[in-house]
């Protein structure tokens, strides 16, 4: 971030303008809007600025004197020099100081602006791109309807009276939401703001029933953040806590609600922050504390998640939760690498298994494995590359086989390492690919190659 976003309050504050074109007129206006009193100096001034009320002109050239008891200061003349100046007399005194299409001497910028008030957008590029900031609020302009006034004005006079009524905080948000997004905002929005009233009393009669928060299990797929749905997404930005381990990349993390607690509970191999049992408990104890939990998995929770677990507890203590299914690692891995899972030439079945080690071996049916025609994709199986390897030629498979390992998929960091049972372990030991790595096996593999030049590329 290079600016920090803020929202002056400028009612009843004297704020001053240098320039009494057609700019400085513009941003009188725009102070005025705020309630601010507005000193304008010029050598000329439009009379018509000069007769609104809350306006003080001095009809002069800019002099030192003009910045007195000033809250901020905008320059707006069209002689540099003199913005300039503005800018050094106000930064020695500490007043905020504008220069309009100067970033370099300003201490504050003045965002693009939606107002739905007591609703307000600002949108800034920081100076960088003007233009694109002005396509990006025009965009937003069209899809929030300016009825929203309204809506914002309800929830405004209603702000105290349902702070005494829902007294506790997570329920009070939870609550607003609620008010917010159904039947009553469709009300306000259409201009019954006394049949939305009337709507509010009786959702604090069923807020009783409301009576604790839930848990949202949710697939944030292997990496790329456009791979979210757009229901992982809703829910991301609901949640208050947001419970999540190493194989949810950062940017994902960083989706969440900015004011949500974050809790990460590790889960990297032989490096467990939180064993399973203390992360379902976990869950549970702040469901019950009316939290609304986002527990954050990689890839689909349903494969190799142990989300089914995680529910379990969450059911036998009757907290209701939702699953939200996402790309699980081999689809999202599979196509960012351009490897088909399946293909009429080449595999007409695809299995997911697990190569986790148990007491050095890996617990696999390998003659089911080894059948032609067929891909297999193993979750958690660097570490039994070798075994992997050596098994399925033993049970079968032609050991000139096409392997990949797909290190970081659809991530910046995504890297592919291809060979054959025969050579891969001795490739992949050179080259060490990095945690989360996936690895397929099968004939889609050579398949690679073709497509190369067509793959979608991690952003
Ligand atoms: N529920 C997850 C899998 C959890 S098991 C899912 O549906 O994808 C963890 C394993 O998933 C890792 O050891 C690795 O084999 C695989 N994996 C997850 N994300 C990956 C990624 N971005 N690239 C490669 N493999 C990944």
Partial sequence: MDYLPIFANVRNRLCVVIGGGEIGKRKAGVL?????????????????????????????????????????????????????????????????????????????????????????????????????TRMMRSKFESLIPYNYKLLATFAEDNRELVKTRVTNPPKRRIFWEKALEGELAEKVLSGDVAGGQAMLEQMFVEEDNVLHGEVYLVGAGPGDPDLLTFKALRLMQKADVVVYDYLVSQPIVDMTRRDAERIFVGKKRNDHTMRQEEINELLVRLAKAGKRVVRLKGGDP????????????????????????????????????????????????????????????MNLDWDALARPKQTVVVYMGLHGLDILCRELVNHGMPDNTPIAIVQQGTTPNQRVITGTLATLPAIAEREKPQAPTLIIVGGVVTLRDKLAWFHPKPV
């Fill in 32 to 132: 005025l809007e705020a309630g601010a009193n507005v000193r304008v100096v010029a050598p000329e001034i439009d009379p018509a600025l000069s007769a609104l009320s809350n306006v003080e002109s001095i009809i002069s050239r800019f002099e030192a004197q003009h910045l007195d008891g000033a809250m901020l200061v905008i320059a707006a003349t069209n002689d540099r020099a003199v913005n300039i100046e503005v800018s050094k007399l106000a930064k020695a005194r500490n007043i905020p100081v504008n220069v309009v299409d100067d970033p370099e001497y300003c201490s504050f910028i003045m965002p693009a602006i939606m107002d739905r008030s007591p609703l307000m957008v600002a949108f800034s590029s920081g100076g960088a791109t003007p233009v694109l």
């Fill in 302 to 361: 349903f494969i190799f998640g142990r989300g089914g677990e995680e529910i379990e507890t969450l059911a036998a203590e009757g907290i209701p939760f939702q699953v939200v299914p996402g790309i699980t690692a081999a689809s999202g891995v599979a196509s960012y690498a351009g490897i088909p899972l399946t293909h009429r030439d080449y595999a007409q079945s695809c299995m997911f298994v697990t190569g986790h080690l148990k007491d050095g071996t």
